[in-house]
């Protein structure tokens, strides 16, 4: 299994320019998320899905859609790109029977960072 | 809201112990967790242990957790230059798969 993959790793975009951070996982996990990571904040939940059709809004939603239209993949998009979203976006997945059951190990994929300028 | 604190920096010897803090405010998390995560890459889990636990241990990896104080940590014996790395403490709140993650510490191991 290839587990989480994001592409690309690294981006430069100008402000006002829109791009989508691709993310896919193989081991048909139901629950897809993503985070952005910033120096001395941890990781802050932007959007997540809990299902093919299903998502929901996080922590810091604003400037970002995304959407998901099979298990494996949950693209993040951002529409008119920011200098305050220059950071290093994760996305994660991880399986459960039961929202909010057990575990819920995360597994992340190994980040992109963006630049906007 | 819930928040998840952790001390910015730590640095120890190779060869010593490390621990690694962390606070949390919400007395309903059911799980809590401690990742890692090396240059330029993403967050690999380390361990987790349940709320109802007060110690889980798996080989050099010690996590204590005081729930009336809302304090967890991490024990690294033996502590290697491999070692070094950014470590996460995060919680998971009943109902929720989101975590909220700490802003993470990182560890330095000096030769």
């Known amino acids: 299994n290839a587990g989480v993959t994001q592409t690309p790793k690294f981006q430069v975009l100008k402000t006002g320019q829109s791009m989508t951070l691709q993310c896919a996982q193989d081991m048909n996990h139901e629950y897809m998320s993503w985070y952005r990571q910033d120096p001395g904040m941890g990781l802050r939940l932007i959007h997540y899905s809990v299902g093919a059709g299903i998502t929901d809004q996080g922590e810091v939603p604003n400037g970002y859609n995304v959407s998901r239209s099979t298990t494996e993949d949950f693209p993040l998009r951002l529409l008119s790109a920011a200098p305050s979203q220059t950071s290093v976006y994760f996305c994660?997945?991880?399986?459960?029977?039961?929202?909010?059951?057990?575990?819920?190990?995360?597994?992340f994929g190994p980040g992109t960072r963006l630049t906007v300028l | 809201g819930e928040d998840v604190e952790q001390s910015l920096f730590l640095s120890v010897r190779e060869g010593d112990s490390s621990v690694i803090n962390c606070t949390y405010t919400d007395s309903s998390s059911t799980y809590l967790y401690w990742y890692k995560q090396e240059p330029g890459a993403g967050l690999q889990l380390l361990t987790y242990i349940f709320s109802n636990m007060d110690m889980k241990q798996d080989q050099r990896l010690t996590v204590l957790l005081n729930k009336k104080d809302k304090h967890l940590s991490l024990r690294i014996a033996d502590t290697q230059t491999g070692d070094s790395a950014i470590y996460f403490c995060?919680?998971?709140?009943?109902?929720?798969?989101?975590?909220?993650f700490g802003s993470g510490t990182r560890l330095q191991v000096q030769p």
């Open positions: 994660a997945s991880s399986y459960s029977t039961l929202a909010g059951v057990g575990a819920d190990t995360q597994y």
């Open positions: 995060a919680e998971k709140e009943p109902g929720r798969r989101a975590l909220t």
